[in-house]
C-alpha cells in the first residue's frame, strides 16, 4: 500500500491511498511509516517530541498509536491520513478526544466532556479560561445536534471566565464520527503551562469577520502564540462568511472556497503572517463531490508547498460548503 508523506517545518501529514484495503491495513500502514519516519529523524539528529496526533479513519477499534485522537473523518479524496504536529517547546499540554459514554444527547455530552477537560486541566494546576488555547469540536449529525453543543458551551464558558468581555479559545467545530457507545460529541484541546511565557495574542479579522457572539457561538477566530522560538498562529475553522454572520456565496463552492481562503488571509495577516508561513492546512467539505473542484483551486492558489488535507465533515450551517483552518509559523 503507498503511503505519501507531506511534511513541513513543525507538521507531518502521511496519506494512504486505500488501495482497496480495509481500514485497519490502512492504519496499521500509517503507523509503519510513522514509525519509519520517526527513526529516520532521530538518524539526522531531529529529535522533536510529538505534540499532537490524529488519524482521519472510522472511528473504530483499530490499531491507533497511544496518544493520538481519532476524529473519524475521511480524506474527501479516499484512504486514510494520520496528521502530526511536533513541538520543542514543554510548554503545551495536549489532551486527545474526549467522549462521554453516557448517551447521545449532544447537550448532556458537551457538558460532561467540558467537566472532564476542566479536572485534567485542575490536576495540573491550570484552568480553561487562562490555559487553554485551542480546541478541536466533533459533532456527529452536526445538522441535528450542534445547537445542543454550542449552546452548553457558551453556558458552560461563561461560568468558568469565558465571556464576551474576556476572550474565549480558538476552535474548529465541525461534523464528527465517535465510535459505538461514545455519545454524539468529542472534544481535543491544546493548553499552555504558561500563557505569560506564550504571549497570547486573539486576532479578530474585523475588516472581514465579525465576532463570534454576536450570532451565538463562542470561539475566538486565531489565537497567536511565542513558543519554541517562533510565533505560532492557530487559525480557527473559517468559513464564507462576513461582518455580520451571514454565510456568502450560498450554493457556489468556488465562490466559499475563494472568501474562506480570504477571510484566513486576513487573520494571517493581522498576526504578521501570510499564507507563506503557514505549515499545515485542513480544509473540510460538506460533499464529497465538490473534492474535484475544490482541489483543482487550492492547487492554482497554493501548489504543493504545504501539507494539507480535504476532509468530507459536514460544517455547522447546512449552507456552508467548505471551512479551512491552518497553522502557521513565523520563525
Known amino acids: 500500500m503507498n503511503c505519501i508523506i507531506e511534511e513541513s517545518y513543525n507538521q507531518l501529514i502521511i496519506h494512504t491511498d486505500g488501495g482497496g484495503r480495509p481500514a ?39 490499531p491507533f498509536l497511544k496518544g493520538f485522537s481519532c476524529s473519524g473523518q ?84 461563561s461560568t468558568h471566565g469565558l465571556t464576551p468581555s474576556t476572550h474565549y479559545i480558538a476552535s474548529t467545530g465541525i461534523a464528527g464520527t465517535m465510535p459505538a457507545g461514545c455519545g454524539v460529541v468529542g472534544v481535543e484541546a491544546l493548553a499552555v503551562k504558561d500563557p505569560g511565557r506564550a504571549g497570547i495574542r486573539y486576532l479578530k479579522g474585523s475588516s472581514n469577520l465579525g465576532r463570534t457572539d454576536a450570532y451565538g457561538v463562542t470561539f475566538e477566530r486565531g489565537t497567536v502564540l511565542t513558543l519554541d522560538g517562533s510565533r505560532t498562529a492557530l487559525i480557527s475553522g473559517t468559513a464564507s462568511i462576513d461582518t455580520a454572520g451571514n454565510v456568502l456565496h450560498v450554493g457556489d463552492i468556488g465562490a466559499q472556497t475563494l472568501r474562506s481562503w480570504e477571510n484566513v488571509g486576513v487573520l494571517l495577516d493581522e498576526a504578521g503572517m501570510s499564507f507563506d508561513d503557514v505549515t499545515m492546512m485542513i480544509i473540510y467539505l460538506r460533499n464529497r463531490e465538490d473534492y474535484a473542484a475544490v482541489r483543482m483551486l487550492y492547487e492554482e492558489r497554493f501548489g504543493g508547498r504545504i501539507p494539507h488535507l480535504f476532509l468530507h465533515a459536514p460544517i455547522c450551517r447546512p449552507t456552508w460548503l467548505m471551512e479551512t483552518e491552518c497553522i502557521a509559523v513565523k520563525r
Open 24 to 62: 485497519c491495513q490502512q492504519v496499521a500502514a500509517l503507523n509503519e511509516a510513522y514509525g519509519e519516519y520517526v527513526v529516520h529523524k532521530a538518524l539526522k539528529g531531529r529529535r522533536q517530541r510529538e505534540l499532537l496526533g490524529r488519524y482521519f479513519a472510522p472511528a473504530e477499534d483499530l
Open 74 to 157: 475521511l480524506p474527501a479524496g479516499g484512504g486514510s491520513a494520520l496528521w502530526v504536529m511536533f513541538t520543542d517547546d514543554d510548554n503545551y499540554v495536549y489532551t486527545p478526544i474526549l467522549y462521554d459514554r453516557e448517551g447521545d444527547d449532544s447537550a448532556a455530552n458537551t457538558l460532561r466532556i467540558f467537566e472532564d477537560y476542566t479536572r485534567i486541566l485542575a490536576d495540573g494546576g491550570l484552568t480553561l479560561a487562562d490555559n487553554c488555547v485551542r480546541t478541536w469540536c466533533y459533532v456527529d449529525d452536526i445538522d441535528n445536534n450542534y445547537k445542543g453543543f454550542y449552546k452548553t458551551r457558551t453556558e458552560y464558558f
